[in-house]
T-cell receptor, first 111, second 116 residues
Framework: ETGVTQSPTHLIKTRGQQVTLRCSSQ?????VSWYQQALGQGPQFIFQ???????GRGNFPPRFSGLQFPNYSSELNVNALELDDSALYLC??????????FGQGTRLTVV | AQTVTQSQPEMSVQEAETVTLSCTYD???????LFWYKQPPSRQMILVIR??????QNATENRFSVNFQKAAKSFSLKISDSQLGDTAMYFC?????????????FGTGTRLTIIP
């Protein structure tokens, strides 16, 4: 167990809907990163939050957005869902100069 | 931009044998980390081993060791005395050392199966 928890574990949404995924970071970690892992692929960096500010973003459209709260937990929001958004979404927390610890992921299916 | 390449999509080995997974990367950075992560069917990404680029000595963690060749930009993982629990996807990952802006760039993974 890494101390990083994600909810929900599975989710099914319809194309065009909106979804919110949640992540509780490990105690003492002030940085949260989100990754998208399509089936059979490696995770792709979506964005990172450091002390409640977005601090780096990958090649994802603006309909992917996020928040980090004062307790360093985080949300990933995706608007106008598309079929290609179906993937495993991983959250990772870290502190300065430490490795990232991952949650168990949220499996999102868009139908 | 950094890229990470894992050229072995799948590998299998008999239990108790040794297996080596390959990884190459491309970067113009000089200060970075390299990682091997394991992802079992439970989906959680678990850190196996970490290497700082400025360290010449290869990292070792129990049965896991790496062969880090900085000039060749190669970072292979050796698993000795393989066990059934080692069956998983293995991802090689790169991270530039940039405080407060540290993202991981992953390879496409190698599916490792340990045969009883």
């Amino acid at each position: 167990e890494t101390g990083v928890t994600q909810s929900p574990t599975h989710l099914i949404k319809t194309r065009g809907q909106q979804v919110t995924l949640r992540c509780s970071s490990q105690s003492g970690h002030n940085t949260v990163s989100w990754y998208q892992q399509a089936l059979g692929q490696g995770p792709q960096f979506i964005f990172q939050y450091y002390r409640e500010e977005e601090n780096g973003r990958g090649n994802f459209p603006p309909r992917f957005s996020g928040l980090q709260f004062p307790n360093y937990s985080s949300e990933l929001n995706v608007n106008a869902l598309e079929l290609d958004d179906s993937a495993l979404y991983l959250c990772a927390s870290s502190a300065r100069d430490t490795e990232a610890f991952f949650g168990q992921g949220t499996r999102l299916t868009v139908v | 931009a950094q890229t990470v390449t894992q050229s072995q999509p799948e590998m299998s080995v008999q239990e108790a044998e040794t297996v080596t997974l390959s990884c190459t990367y491309d970067t113009s950075e000089n200060n970075y980390y390299l990682f091997w992560y394991k992802q079992p069917p439970s989906r959680q990404m678990i850190l196996v081993i970490r290497q700082e680029a400025y360290k010449q000595q290869n990292a070792t963690e129990n049965r896991f060791s790496v062969n880090f060749q900085k000039a060749a930009k190669s970072f292979s993982l050796k698993i000795s005395d393989s066990q059934l629990g080692d069956t998983a996807m293995y991802f090689c990952a790169f991270m530039k050392r940039d405080f407060g802006n540290e993202k991981l760039t992953f390879g496409t993974g190698t599916r490792l199966t340990i045969i009883p």
